[in-house]
């Protein structure tokens, strides 16, 4: 199991595959697990690269280094360990943070950018009211939930149509250590629609009809402030849409990457 060693942290990666590369990088509720329906899809086609925020999974960090302003950096060391210069970016939520500073820092190392169920830190007058929205209902949903209670990165219907999958990312998001995303500070890292001015990597946003943290007007909003960038509706799908409704996102993601060629 390969680690990359920081100064304050030890970063877990896997990889797999052969081919042109693409970076997974998971949300707040997620760590290299939940991309157990992307990995065997894309290693087809692609070398895949899956990694643990630090923090979060089996990187391990002192919550006093655990911001997301190390996050871009963890990636360069990540990719950089892995051997690969350029790669495609396919970011879920916090991950979503991740990928667009880096592709800010690194744009000739980014090939393509996905950004699902995430507004990547652009604020956007809806992603404010969003994320004031997030903040309140904080302590009331985004605590671990019981066993068949919705995590809010899922539809909230998830155990009606899905209970199977429902409980599977619940028990997912339990292995992450307590209180991870406490730390993150997802705040010290958003972006001015401004600073994307001359954006020119092939950018998608994917959202789920059902998200309940960033509806899709939310990211419409978003894909509008990205010169270039499209967006794609997800019907059935709540806040994760590579988790709830796998074919449809690999589908999805896959003729986009086809289509860039990445």
């Given at each position: ?88 970016l ?88 307590p ?42 909003e978003?894909?509008a ?10 019907p ?27």
């Amino acid at each position: 199991m390969p680690y990359v060693e920081r100064a304050q942290a030890k970063l877990y990666y896997e990889t797999y595959g052969d081919g042109p590369a693409v970076g997974l990088a998971h949300g707040a509720g997620g760590n290299t697990l939940v991309w157990w329906q992307q990995v065997p899809y894309f290693a087809r086609t692609h070398r895949v690269v899956a990694f643990d925020h630090r923090g979060f999974g089996r990187s391990l960090c002192a919550p006093e280094h655990a911001q997301a302003r190390h996050f871009a950096d963890d990636l360069a060391a990540i990719l950089d360990a892995a051997g690969i210069a350029r790669a495609a970016l396919v970011c879920q939520s916090m991950g979503g943070w991740t990928g667009l500073q880096f592709a800010r820092a690194h744009p000739e190392r980014v090939t393509a950018l996905v950004l699902s169920g995430t507004p990547a830190g652009i604020l956007t007058p809806q992603v404010l009211q969003a994320l004031a929205a997030i903040a309140a209902a904080a302590a009331a949903e985004l605590q671990a939930p019981a066993w068949n209670h919705p995590h809010p990165a899922l539809a909230a219907d998830i155990f009606t149509r899905d209970p199977e999958r429902g409980f599977l990312y619940a028990q997912l998001a339990g292995l992450n250590p307590p209180a991870a995303l406490a730390h993150v500070a997802l705040q010290e890292v958003m972006t001015n629609p401004s600073a994307l001015a001359g954006w020119s990597i092939p950018t998608l946003l994917v959202g789920g009809t059902h998200d309940r943290l960033f509806a899709p007007e939310v990211l419409r909003e978003v894909a509008a402030a990205i010169p270039g960038a499209r967006f794609r509706e997800i019907p059935y799908a709540g806040h994760s849409p590579y988790f709830e409704t796998p074919e449809e996102f690999n589908l999805v993601v896959g003729r986009f990457l086809a289509e860039v060629k990445s």
